[in-house]
C-alpha cells in the first residue's frame, strides 16, 4: 500500500506540479481494496435444491473518513439479501473501499467527488467481489445493476435542501450536504 508521502507525490505528478508549484487541483484514486466480506450461505445444501426465484434485496450505502488533511477513505457499502420464501438462500455483505486523494478543490466539488464520483469508480470492482463471492458460494455469480451515484448524490442534495426549507431553515450553500 502506499505511504502518505507517495500518495502527496502522486498527486502533485497528477497536477502537473512536478516543479514543486502544488496549487493545481487534483483528485484521483490512490489504492483500493477490500475491507470486510461477508458470505453466509445459511440453509446449504438445502437451498441448491429450491427451484423458486430468489427475491434480490441490493443495498448501497457511501461513507468518507479523513485518513489525512488530502487523504480520504471512501467506503461503499453493498448489502445483498437472496430469499425465497422458503428462506434466504444467501447474503453478502461488502465495504470496499478505496484511498482518495484531493488537493486544492473547492469543498462543495470536493464533497462530490467523495460522494458521486468515488463511488462510480469504485462500483465495478466491488460489483465483481460481489459476483465472484455469489459464485463461489455455489450459486450464479449476481451481477448488480449499475447504480448512478452522481444522480443519486444530486437527488440526496435536493432532498435535504427542500427538508431544510420546510423546516424554515435557509439552505445550505451548493455542496453542503
Given amino acids: 500500500m502506499a505511504e502518505e508521502g507517495d500518495?502527496?507525490?502522486?498527486?502533485?505528478?497528477?497536477?502537473?506540479?512536478?516543479?514543486?508549484a502544488d496549487n493545481q487541483p487534483a483528485a484521483?484514486?490512490?489504492?483500493?481494496?477490500?475491507?470486510?466480506?461477508?458470505v453466509e450461505n445459511p440453509n446449504a445444501p438445502d437451498s441448491f435444491q429450491w427451484q423458486d426465484q430468489p427475491k434480490m434485496d441490493v443495498q448501497f450505502n457511501i461513507g468518507a473518513e479523513p485518513v489525512s488533511t488530502?487523504?480520504?477513505e471512501v467506503t461503499l457499502k453493498m448489502n445483498i439479501?437472496?430469499?425465497?420464501?422458503?428462506?434466504?438462500?444467501?447474503?453478502?455483505?461488502?465495504?470496499?473501499?478505496?484511498?482518495?486523494?484531493?488537493?486544492?478543490?473547492?469543498?462543495?466539488?470536493?464533497?462530490?467527488?467523495?460522494?458521486?464520483?468515488?463511488?462510480?469508480?469504485?462500483?465495478?470492482?466491488?460489483?465483481?467481489?460481489v459476483a465472484d463471492a455469489v459464485r463461489d458460494a455455489g450459486f450464479p455469480p449476481l451481477?448488480?445493476?449499475?447504480?448512478?451515484?452522481?444522480g443519486l448524490?444530486?437527488?440526496q442534495l435536493q432532498a435535504?435542501?427542500?427538508?431544510e426549507e420546510a423546516a424554515g431553515g435557509t439552505p445550505p450553500p451548493s455542496g453542503d450536504a
Wanted: aromatic share 10%; hydrophobic share 40%; glycine share 8%.
Fill in 81 to 129: 439479501n437472496a430469499t425465497t420464501e422458503k428462506g434466504t438462500i444467501y447474503i453478502v455483505e461488502l465495504d470496499y473501499c478505496g484511498l482518495v486523494g484531493i488537493r486544492n478543490v473547492p469543498e462543495d466539488q470536493a464533497h462530490a467527488f467523495m460522494f458521486a464520483e468515488a463511488p462510480r469508480i469504485l462500483f465495478p470492482f466491488a460489483r465483481r467481489v
Fill in 28 to 38: 484521483g484514486i490512490i489504492t483500493q481494496y477490500v475491507k470486510d466480506l461477508s
Fill in 7 to 20: 500518495v502527496l507525490t502522486d498527486l502533485n505528478n497528477a497536477a502537473g506540479a512536478g516543479n514543486g
Fill in 70 to 72: 488530502e487523504v480520504t
Fill in 143 to 150: 451481477m448488480v445493476d449499475p447504480v448512478d451515484f452522481n
Fill in 153 to 155: 448524490y444530486i437527488q
Fill in 160 to 163: 435535504k435542501r427542500a427538508q
